[in-house]
Every structure is written in structure tokens, then in C-alpha cells.
């Protein structure tokens, strides 16, 4: 068992390594961590109070007291923007964190052991695919009603599909495998051959996943925001702080421009996160890029850098 | 041919029954009442049941269900109970505006992604490829709406261009035929009318389409080189050819098949995409529509506008597997 966490903490910190080799990875980790301070950190971060309404500094062009200057009842759009963390990394965690577990659980379920019935469920979750999902979500958020909940339940609706297709594409391949053949001679459980067996192999695929659409997540809840569907006035999120920036938009810029500078950065760290992270942990291109040193890739055959040795 | 249509036909109807039956269950599951969103939240019981009786909404689920389906088939899609018009009405007002939107988006997406594609190949891992890997990164990092909102900051408020909307006055509206402005003001040889809408489309298009350039790029990229590695393309070039002929010649066309796939996924993202722009650009749309709709809590409205908008992503879904399928003929059905 410690073997096994130690193996662990090795392939992690490999990984780590692999994502900070490349400048993509670099900005992506450092986007990301900034954020998570943001989160964290947000009161001591914060110069004022995101909150306090001033009237008398209302519409406060960027200054030295205050550097993103201020919105139409006078709230400092800096400390909102410090503290709009919060709602988006809470929105991409409860949507991918829900997306996968429900995704999970169909996805198994329908891949083992299979049959008609798992055929049934995949027909279902496909019609979810074959729809627009800003539409649906949309739909959804509207029927449900305005408020944060409703629109991360919207949001996750509309994004386990994606994750059951994905686990039951990995599990198809994964059932064949002799671990499990060998699990159903010894008569387990269905139940721990899904848990114990094929979930962990689907693992390194799920991970790329979630990190990829990690930042598809935010933007989502920030459109929904922005209509309305979303966090609701007076939080500080920045699809909110949009809607309210559109109407004197002529007279103050800076409300419009810093909050959406806020979303198109975080979604970038994680999309370049993500796609670092996709080239960690594929087992194929991590070959291709422990290769390149030597140049030896385009052979392709497995094993050979071990055989070179490190 | 006629049995692969036949059976993606069947796979459209199963799959358009499924989605009016999945909004039909959302809708009906929420206990949030329209009555209330209309009438207001001060509305006597007696208020509420004689809105419901009217609205039909005190009939049984089995029975709204059914009366659903039996008026759809005949094209009656309800009546809008904000508007209190014909939805199918509705629907056909502001359904060209949005196509109209959506197409010219996809367009520019094509427009710019392919030579940028054909570039970033030929340039492979030169600057010319990272700036484009670039762009594509920023194309599917940026929030629409806000891009957008700066669009109209900088061309309206800061340059003083043309603002929101279809057309400046109703005086540029044209004859209407299609419902398309730019197709009638061209039919009906209206120019100035042309300009106007033209002028008017390209920014909310531009915000709508700015998503899909990177994907095209980086699709045409990919497509391309895969292309140029050919033998044939070898051989014309031993043949003497210069680079741009073979490009033209043979390499554009061939690279272009996979490269089509991604009008599909482009049409479904835009015309879910498309309610945060019109709302934004104030295009009167289905997005504009629905935006309104879901003030109110119009659900016969949003059914409409769900079940249009899925019909036609589906509708351009199959459309694009038939022309995959035309131009490569090596495809078995």
C-alpha cells in the first residue's frame, strides 16, 4: 500500500514536472494558482469593501485610489473583481465536480457488464448531445427560475452527457482487459468491478477533461450571468458586473472591460492548463516529449527509452 | 444512398421527439407558475385559475402532452402568452434575422480560418503558426457577449459607426420576400439597403463568428499538412507546378472535406451563442425572442424557440453529412 502511494506521488510529481516544461504550461499553472489565491484570499486581497455602496464616488474613472475605478453606485470594481473569483471557480467546480460524478455512474453503469440496457442509456444521454447547449442551459436556467443554484444545475444537466460518453467509450475498452476477466472468475461484485477496476483506468482521461472544460464551464456561467439566469445583484460576479456595465457602458469603460479581461484570462489558464496536462498524461505524446532531447520519436517504439535509459 | 438517408431521417425524428419531450418534462417538472410572472405576484386565487383555464395549463400532464403533439403536426406550436400571437408566427418573424446571423457568422469563420489555416501549415512551427495558435487560443478563451460589448464600445461609442440593430431606420428595411435583408435587398436591387445591413451584420456576426476562426484555423492547419504529405501532391510539384497552383489545384480542395465537418458543430455553438449577442447587439432575432420570453416565463414562447432552433441544427447537421459524404465519395453508406 505505501509502494503504491509512493508510486503515486512520483507519477504526480512527473507530471508536474511535464506541464512546467513548456511555456503554455508555465502561464497556465501560474493563471491558475493566482486565481486560487484570489479565491482564498479575497478579504485581504480586496482594497475595499466589494459591497459598500458610495453614491458620491459613483462612476469613478481608474485612479490611484482606486485602479479600476468604480461602477454606477459606486463600488470598487477591483474588490469586485478580487472577490467575482469566487462565484467562478465555484461555478467550474460544482459543474465539472457534478458533470463527472452523474457521468461516471451512467457511463458505468451502461458499460458493464453492457447489453441492451446500457445501449438504451447511451441512445438517451445522446439526444442531451445532438442539442445545442447554450440553449439548453439557457431553457433550463429560465424554466428554473433566476438564482445561482438553478444555474449550476442548469449547466450540469446540460454537461454529464459529455462525461458519461466519455467514461463508457473508456470503459468498453477497459471491460476486456484480463484484470477484469480475471475479477468475474473470482466473482466480484458488478459493482466493484466498476469501482475498483474500470473507474480508476478511466481516471488520467477524466482529469484532462475536467481541466479542459474547467474554463468552458466559467464562460458558460458567466453568459448565463450576464442574461440574467445567474449569480444575482447585488454579488459580485463578473457576468453580473456585465449586464450592469452594458447600460452606461458610453459613460464608464472601465466597468465593461476590466470584469470581461477577468473571464477571458482564467479561461485561458485553464484551456492552456488543460492542454498541457492532456500532453502529460496521454502516454503517447508523454513519449513523443521525453523523446525530443534525442530526437528518437518518430520511431515510435515502445520501451526504447528505456532501453537508452534516462 | 436512399437507405443511409432514410435511417439518419428516422435518427432525426427520434431525436427531435426526444428534445420536445425533454423541454415538455423540464417545463412541466418547475412549480413556477406564468400566471405569476404575468398577472404578478399580488393575483387573487380566482385571478390565477381563470389565467390557468385559459392557458389550459389545469389540464392533466397526459393531456397537455398529447394536445401538444396532435397541434404540432398540424404547425400550430400555441399561442405566445406574453405576446398573445401564434408562436409558429413568432417564429417565422424572427427566425430569418437569427439564420441570417448564424450563416454570415459561419461564413466569416470560413472567411478567415482557411487562409489563415493554409498559412499556419505552410509556415509549420514558424511565427506565422503561433501567432494563429494564438488567435485560436483567445477565440475559444473569450466570453462572446464581452467581446461584443467592446465591439460596440469601440466602433459605436468611440468611432462613431453604425450602432445596434438590423438597419438604421425603418426607411433601409427592404421589401420583404425571405425575410433575409440581405438576400431581399439584393433581389429587389435595393443598395443602399444592402450597405446598410451589411454595415450592421458584420460586428454582431464578427462577435458571434470570432470562436469558430480558431477552430477553422487550426482544423485547415491540420487537414493541410496532413494533405501536403501526399504522394500526389509530390508529383505535381516535381511536375514543376509553383507552390500556389498545387495549393489551388490539388492541396485546397482535398483538405477542405474534413474541414466542412465543423460547420455542423459551428451552427450548434452559434445558435446557442447567438440569444447573448442579439440581446447585446439588440438584433431582433430568436435570441432577442427568447430573452424576452424567459422575463415573463412565455413557455409555449421558449418551446418554440427550443424546438426551431433544434430543427435546425439538426436539419444542418444532416446536410453536411450528405455534402461530407458527395465530396468524398471513398465514404461507404
Redesign the interface.
Known sequence: MKENWQLRGQELRRTIRIILSTPAGIVGAVIVVLLLACVVFAPFLAPHDPYLVSIENKLRPPSSEQWLGTDTVGRDVLSRIIYGSRYSLASGTIVVGIGIIVGSIVGLLAAYPGGRWGELIMR?T???L???????A???A????PSFLNSMIAISIVYWPKYARLVYGQALSIRERDYVKFAEVLKEKPVKIRMGHIFPNCSSALVVQATLDF?DAI?FF??LS????GAQPPAADW?AM?AF??KY??LS?WT??F??IA??VT??GF??LGDSLRDALDPQLRRLKEFKPIRFSWLGIPGLRKAIGK | MAKWLIRRFLLLIF?LW??TT??FI??AA?P?NPAIAMAGSQSSPEQIEKFNKRWGLDKPLAVRYYEFYAYLLQGDMGTSIRTERPVALEMRNFFPATFELATVSVVLSFLIGVPLGIVAALKRNKWPDQVTRFVS??G????????G??I??VFY?LLGGVGPGRVTSAAYEPTRITGLYLIDSLVTGNWSSFVDCLRHIIMPAFALGFFGIGIVTRMMRSSMIDTLSKDYIKAARARGLSLFRVITNHALRNSLIPVLTVIGVLY??Y???V??IE??FSWPGLGNF??NS??K?D?PA?MG??LV??II??LVNLVVDVLYRYLDPRIKF
Do not use: C, E, K, Q
Open positions: 438517451f445522446d439526444i442531451f445532438a442539442f445545442p447547449t447554450m440553449l439548453l439557457i431553457a433550463l429560465s424554466t428554473l427560475g474554463g464562460l458567466a453568459a450576464f442574461v440574467g439566469l457576468g456585465l456595465a452594458r457602458m458610453m469603460w465593461a472591460v470584469p470581461g473571464i477571458f479561461v485561458m484551456n492552456l | 431525436v426526444g428534445i425533454l423541454t423540464i417545463i418547475v413556477r487560443l483567445i475559444v478563451s473569450t466570453p462572446n457577449f464581452w467581446f460589448l467592446i460596440l464600445l461609442y450548434g455553438a445558435l446557442g451563442g440569444i447573448v440581446v447585446v427568447a430573452y424567459i422575463l416565463s413557455h421558449i424557440v427550443v432552433i433544434s441544427y439538426s
